[in-house]
């Protein structure tokens, strides 16, 4: 039985192609659905059971979600009911199937709840739309999603009365109990379904609300009553009719492609391919385009790092490289470094002409590294952000840094793991522990310290009013500490410029060089494994034993090696790395993770603190995870001096 689910409507309304591809063997998917690992990464098993408990005493319609008829048959039953509580309500109507989190019947009135692992602004009119009406596109699919609910409820039930709620995260409300975070654990039954264990059975224990229910009928309505577009011209119900007919055929939209083609996920690696999956981003663009493997080897715009003007250019049938110039991404230089626009035509150059060699401002970055101190300090976090607070005083999606790794590399050149802290204790609340292991760590030394992009400031900047706002004996102390090596934020009051600022390192590379093998990404994971593959410094190096060296490591034995070759190229030392989760590669995480809101540093060591914290696990389990994570952390300070261990010789060789 074809059936279009809520989840399947969220993905046509992104491209209606995708739903001819999604959900068959044959189609390589980059986002692979897991929703344990979603669930786990944002909060939304412990959020779902909370909702619940506002709403107790409800029935749970368990089973799979494809056998339809059945769930809904059961939903049918238990609503005949004057009063009924309903989880995982289902309903059918002409293939039409969604389930809901939450149903509450009171007589003739139903009231729909959405339950989501995202926080929100009650004080804040435009939360959902913005001052014209339209609505705010962080919410649309949320939206939708809920529209469709209704729609299919209402269907389902013609003469009820229903109302739509989103229950989620209250930004400006803070815990008033300790604990709340580890009141419901995680665990896997015999048949491996996911579960709750919860540690509370009275709603009272829970304190004060910190998700609430708010009303949206307004605008869902404005959906269902066509408002708002749902499909470029077509209105919500012209969508939906459009969207079934095309799903119960098995019939290809022929959506027109666009630049939004960039984010597609149907694509294939180069191994996927040769095993004979497909791709659905290719067959559009053969349809569509008439492109045939030629063209599919030619590099395009959507590569282009950080491109704004893409889609003008698209609709301008302007998509590969060769046919781009410099006016067309308005070029513009600015002095001293490289600017945004000079690395685009960079990227397009070097392409078009094959040429792998990079591209230094000699110079300048001479001048800048002059600048630098040794020791030189390379730090890293790793962070969460978790719905539910721990401690009481705490809001949703506070902060929470659970690790750091700390290499200095010595004038002499020797390279030291010189420090590290992880705590994953459940429940416990690290980050002033963490604030003191590193004052501790870094006030061995005056030399300079480098962070990579923005993240670690962010933090420092959130463990700063987390001290302020505690009782903590030394935090001015601590706020002292943290005003030295950060700066302030720009929203802030109080301002600040520490005299050891980190530096970026990240902005060190945009300023000053580019690799074509990083295809314009900045990320340090696509920088590092480009430069270990031109850099014969490096690579005669780590190819060695890291005792050999003057390396030193608290995670890997002496004789480890950094460095090896496959297909004539340095493998990646990432991927040398066990992954953190059975069958689950780290760009499988990242994929699955991507378009989850509270995620802005990378979902591995996230995920993996998220499962340390909430799953029940063995002794040699959380021995094992814990382990990796520290792996992980090491290999990101690491890679930061390798990076500046090339800059230097680059320097020094141009002198």
């Keep these: ?42 909060g939304g098993f412990q959020v779902e059971e909370l909702a619940r408990m506002y709403y107790d005493g409800g029935v749970l319609i368990d089973g799979e979600d494809w056998n339809y008829k059945s769930l809904a048959t059961r939903t049918k039953e238990l609503l005949t009911q004057e009063n009924v509580i309903i989880y995982e309500a289902a309903f059918l109507f002409d293939n039409l199937f969604i389930r ?21 602004n009650p004080e804040n009119q435009h939360n959902f739309t913005n001052a014209k009406g339209g609505i705010k596109g962080g919410w649309k699919s949320y939206l939708m999603d809920l529209a469709f609910q209704k729609h299919v409820t209402q269907l389902c039930m013609p003469n009820a009365n229903i109302t739509a709620k989103l229950m989620l995260a209250d930004k400006t409300q803070t815990a008033t109990v300790d604990g709340l975070n580890q009141l419901f654990r995680i665990a896997k039954d015999k048949t491996n379904r996911t579960g709750i264990i919860k540690q509370v059975d009275d709603v009272n224990k829970l304190g004060a609300p910190i998700i609430t229910t708010t009303h949206v009928d307004g605008v869902i309505n404005e959906i269902i009553e066509g408002k708002h577009k749902a499909l470029e011209n077509m209105t919500f119900l012209e969508a939906i009719a459009f969207l079934n007919a095309l799903y119960q055929q098995d019939t290809y939209a022929n959506w027109p492609v666009s630049w939004a083609c960039k984010g597609c996920e149907f694509k294939v690696t180069q191994e996927q391919e040769q095993a004979g999956m497909r791709s659905g981003f290719k067959e559009c663009f053969s349809k569509q385009l008439g492109w045939s493997k030629f063209e599919f080897e030619q590099p395009t715009t959507f590569e282009i790092w950080d491109f704004r003007r893409g889609g003008k250019l698209f609709e301008q049938g302007k998509l590969f490289l060769k046919d781009i110039h410099k006016d067309d991404i308005g070029l513009k230089a600015v002095a001293g470094r490289l600017s945004r626009t000079e690395r685009q035509m960079l990227q397009i150059e070097k392409t078009i002409a094959k040429d792998v060699t990079p591209y230094i401002l000699t110079e300048e970055l001479a001048e800048e590294i002059s600048q630098w101190k040794y020791p030189l300090n390379f730090i890293d976090f790793e962070t969460s952000t978790v719905a539910l607070p721990m401690f009481i005083g705490m809001k949703p999606y506070e902060q929470i840094a659970f690790q750091f790794s700390h290499h200095i590399l010595h004038k002499n050149g020797q390279v030291e793991h010189y420090s590290e802290y992880i705590n994953t204790t459940p ?17 061995t030394n005056e030399g300079s310290i480098f962070r990579y992009a923005t993240h670690e400031n962010t933090i420092m900047n959130a463990i700063y009013d987390q001290l302020m706002a505690s009782e903590e004996i030394d935090k001015q102390e601590l706020c002292a500490f943290i005003k030295t090596i950060s700066v302030s934020k720009n929203n802030r009051v109080e301002t600040w410029h520490g005299e050891r600022n980190m530096i970026d390192l990240c902005e060190t590379v945009k300023k000053y060089y580019y690799h074509p093998y990083t295809k314009g990404s900045n990320s ?3 920088v590092l494994p480009a430069i270990l593959n031109t850099s014969t410094y490096l690579q005669e190096k780590y190819s060695q034993p890291i005792t050999n060296i003057g390396v030193s490591s608290k995670n890997f034995e002496e004789h480890h090696v ?17 992954p953190l989760f059975k069958d689950w590669s780290d760009d499988d995480i990242e994929h699955t993770l991507s378009g989850i809101t509270n995620i802005d540093n990378g979902g591995q060591a996230l995920t993996a603190y998220g499962k340390l914290q909430y799953v029940d696990m063995s002794k040699e389990e959380r021995t094992a995870l814990k382990n990796s994570l520290l792996k992980y952390c090491e290999l990101d300070t690491l890679a930061m001096v390798m990076i500046f261990e090339e800059f230097r010789e680059l320097v020094a060789r141009s002198v």
């Design 1 to 42: 039985m074809r059936v279009l689910t809520k989840s399947r409507f969220k993905l046509a309304l992104n491209c209606p192609n995708k739903l001819f591809y999604t959900k068959k063997k044959e189609y390589a998917n980059t986002e692979l659905e897991d929703s344990f690992l979603q669930s786990l990464a944002e």
């Design 562 to 578: 950094w460095l090896a070759m496959e297909n004539n190229k340095v493998k990646d030392p990432y991927k040398t790395l066990p």
């Design 427 to 443: 429940g416990a609340f690290p980050n002033f522990e963490f604030i003191r292991a590193l004052k501790k760590s870094l006030e």
């Design 524 to 526: 340090i994971k696509a």
């Design 100 to 120: 809901t989190d939450i149903l509450v019947k009171r007589g003739n009135y139903i009231e729909l709840i959405e339950v989501k692992a995202k926080s929100y």
